[in-house]
């Protein structure tokens, strides 16, 4: 079921949004309304791991050390 929704948004925004929407073959109402169903789905809710953290993965080897290592560690670094 549809429900009308009024918004005020800022006027640049909105020529933008509706330039947007024209060269997508869309209404501004269904872009609006894809865009919060996407940010309210629960799917979407997860975290999202962005290209930049993705491009880091790996860089860091895969050590894990208890609290006596790192204490250790830092024993030898700082004596």
């Known amino acids: 079921m549809d429900t009308k929704l009024t918004l005020k948004l800022d006027k640049k ?16 109402s269904k872009l609006i309304e894809n865009m919060l169903f996407r940010i ?11 290209p930049l ?17 790192y204490t250790d560690y830092l024993d030898k670094k700082y004596q």
């Open 13 to 28: 925004i909105i020529e933008r949004a509706k330039i947007y929407a024209s060269e997508k073959n869309v209404s501004l």
């Open 40 to 50: 309210t789905d629960s799917k979407s809710f997860k975290s999202e791991i962005t």
């Open 53 to 69: 953290v993705e491009s880091l993965s790996g860089i860091l080897p895969d050590i894990v050390l208890d609290k006596e290592d």
